[in-house]
């Protein structure tokens, strides 16, 4: 294991035995102090610190590092994923061309300066290393945890420490009026302590009734994996669903959107597809006639003009006939 040594940054102090007794006494609520001579000697304060050894004692421990340079122009991120309480050693690595005694390293939590000495510098060449660690127990530990080299430019890089994120459809789900649906949420490689689901009312999250057995059933295969099946689908029953998983120190949720769609809705385009159907055959029908009506006014004209011909044709005739019939009378005479 590396051996860590001040530079400038805060020291850590020195392991004693009255460190967990203190934390104790702090705990149980029993006055004592480091300047006291004896600590007190209780029963209860005795087994108060036999739970916490007990429970805290077999915690994993979780190894993250982060590496840096002079010469980083981009933030250094390093997420995280946590479900139980364990032990947490952060290192970050900083190569600088610079002098490493003018560098000051500070950690911080959020925008909080961390100040509890519970970090350590260490240098190796023209390379410093400071280490972070602690014990995360509870939702408040967890979050973002930066170690900051300041030298001429500062350089940062954060550790986010957060709960599993939830995989559910991200797509819509869309189903039909009548029918039956089902959504998964699922948390890969992790197993939260219990699952819920909600259903979006506006602007409000409201659990879903599961003592409604004839339209919802909720159970999954899998501790990793929950189902929401919901029976007699209807249009009121489309929005936003969520699923809810708890973990030991925090908790996490996903959204699915469900889509209930009636019978009609699939046959609109069909039907718009049949309604341009027959305006196009009723506008070629139209367009039709109407040629063929064109085409019988010429020939009606024609024939109206053949008809006029022929009576002007008669009159003619007759015209020319009467000074005959005179000629005949007068020869007659």
Known sequence: MRVFTGLRGPRAPRASSAWPLLLVCLIAGTPWSLADSDP?????TNLV?????????????EIHSISL??????LVEKNITLEKPSNMELTCQFTTSGDLNSINITWKKGDELLENNNYLINASGNTLYTQYTFTIINSKQMGSYSCFFEEEKEQKGTFNIKVPELHGKHKPLITYVG???????KC????????T?????????VPVDVHMNDKYVINGKHANETRLKIMHLSEEDGGSYWCHAIFQLGESEEHIELVVLS??????PFLAIIAEVILLVAFILLCEMYTQKKKKHPEEGKEFEQIEQ?????????ENNAPRHRKIESGNQ
């Open 40 to 44: 007190p000697d209780s029963a209860f």
């Open 49 to 61: 610190g036999e739970e916490m050894m007990a429970k805290y004692s077999n915690l994993s421990l």
């Open 69 to 74: 340079t002079d010469k980083s122009s981009m």
């Open 179 to 185: 029918d039956s649906t089902v959504l998964v949420c």
């Open 188 to 195: 890969e490689h992790c197993f939260p302590t219990n699952w």
């Open 197 to 205: 689901w909600y259903r979006s009312n506006g602007s409000v999250q």
């Open 263 to 268: 019978f009609l809705v699939p046959l609109k």
């Open 310 to 318: 022929l009576k002007s044709d008669d009159s003619n005739g007759i």
